[in-house]
């Protein structure tokens, strides 16, 4: 693949023509918030936090989800970036029931931890408060409404690497539930195996094992990376 | 869009010389468990080094009914949830230097706003029709204060110029605030020190 030279930060760097401009921050060593994204799976650009500034453009852009081009003037951490970042975490706190104290996954919760690392402190806008249900059909698992960030990562891995496509999303702007089938419940879906690929890479609270109680539930992703190096390279590693 | 939450009021001087030198702290408890208080008395020995450079002029461990005037430092554990909380924290606003949200409670609500989804009414229902007793309605009796409609963090309803995250906050992030404010410095958190919950 040929390579591409670009400014990241001022300085100098190269990528691989092709690599999304995330990959190649990550592989720079640049902290990049990020919760849509999740490496094994598709990006889709939809919670923002990556986003950075390009020279010569006033809109911002997802990096997760823009190409390294050729010539390109990246900044990553400006203070209108952190601002924003700020402001995207705060509205998602505003916009369901993000009750960290006694969410089954404080602690270990992806949100949690990017709120206190992009230094929000205190939520400036009013709380919607919604009255959310929860979903406890499933012999195995929980889906809570009131900690999803529509993240999808449950949608693209249950239709990615799962193949049963039992997620999706309804609705539009605050109003989006994420669905299990035709909108019925999650222990009634015929499609659903049963594996929890989409509880392991839920970002928070919202997917989790049945029975857990607060701050006890903790996620793995690793299995992701060993399903596709198998399938990739058909390298199985049992050790 | 940038503001300085994290900062005091850039025109209070936290270290203003009271008359016997010393800061002058008060130690409120609104709509909360008491868990914050518990956790700041976990700082222990330290409490003696807090004394040696701040009296506690109001607390709900010092029995006082007034909210006195000229208090350098406040700090305030738990979300508006009441009518006297509304009182309250106006009435320490004019009289502190420097307002601190102290816990998730008042930071965020927290778990006193998880009734925030019920109606007033049916969560007195709730608690009073359903069990032993009667209703307190707060309203009529000038006994119990009425519930507001929706409980609401500190900031929603005074400025507020510092927040002390954690449910409890661990005696690590108090030690590190109350230093900070004794010092007339800003409180500012490490990442890990900044977690909520």
Not at chain 2, 91 to 120: H, M, P, W, Y
Request: proline share 5%.
């Amino acid at each position: 693949m040929p390579v591409v030279t670009l400014t990241v930060n001022d300085e100098l760097v190269s990528g691989q023509s092709g690599q999304s401009l995330l990959s190649l921050l990550k592989e720079l060593g640049i902290e990049m918030p990020t919760l849509c994204h999740l490496e094994g799976l598709s990006d889709r650009g939809g919670c923002r936090l990556c986003m950075v500034e390009l020279q010569g453009s006033k809109r911002l852009f997802a990096a997760c989800v823009t190409p390294v081009q050729e010539g390109m003037v990246v900044y990553t951490h400006t203070e209108r970036l952190n601002n924003y970042r700020r402001m995207i975490l705060e509205l998602l706190f505003a916009e369901r029931n993000h009750v960290c104290a006694v969410c089954v996954q404080n602690g270990h919760c992806e949100l949690q931890t990017q709120a206190a690392k992009n230094g929000m402190d205190s939520v400036r806008y009013d709380y919607l408060v919604p009255d959310l249900p929860m979903d406890a059909s499933h012999e195995r698992y929980v889906l809570d409404h009131n900690r999803c960030i529509l993240c999808t990562r449950c949608v693209r891995v249950c239709d990615e690497i799962e193949g049963a496509h039992v997620w999706d999303l309804m609705g539009r702007g605050v109003n989006s539930r994420v669905i299990a089938g035709l909108n019925q419940p999650w222990g009634d879906s015929d499609s659903c195996t049963k594996c929890g690929k989409c509880v392991q890479v839920c970002p928070t609270g919202a997917l989790t094992l049945r029975g857990s109680t607060v701050a006890e539930m903790e996620k793995q992703h690793d299995f992701l990376k060993w399903i596709l190096t198998g399938r990739e390279k058909k390298q199985w590693d049992y050790s | 869009m940038a503001r300085k939450q994290t900062n005091p009021r850039e025109d209070a001087a936290p270290a203003a010389p009271p008359s016997n030198g010393k800061i002058r702290l008060a130690t409120v408890w609104m709509g909360g468990c008491s868990g914050c208080h518990m956790s700041f008395l976990d700082l222990d020995e330290k409490l003696l080094d807090l004394f040696a450079q701040a009296d506690l002029v109001y607390s709900p461990i010092a029995d006082l009914k007034e909210f006195p005037e000229n208090v350098d430092v406040t700090l305030v554990e738990g979300a508006i949830a009441n009518v006297d909380h509304v009182k309250l924290a106006k009435e320490i606003r004019e009289r502190s230097k420097i307002v601190v949200s102290f816990g998730d409670c008042a930071v965020t609500g927290n778990v006193t706003s998880l009734r925030n989804r019920l109606q007033v009414d049916d969560l007195l229902t709730k608690v009073y029709h359903e069990g032993p007793g009667s209703v307190p309605h707060g309203d009529d009796d000038d006994i119990m204060p009425a519930l507001l409609p929706r409980v609401i963090p500190l900031h929603q309803l005074i400025k507020v110029d510092a927040f002390i995250p954690g449910c409890p906050p661990d005696t690590d992030r108090i030690w590190t605030a109350v230093s900070a404010l004794l010092a007339g410095q800003p409180v500012e958190f490490e990442p890990e020190m900044r977690l909520f919950g």
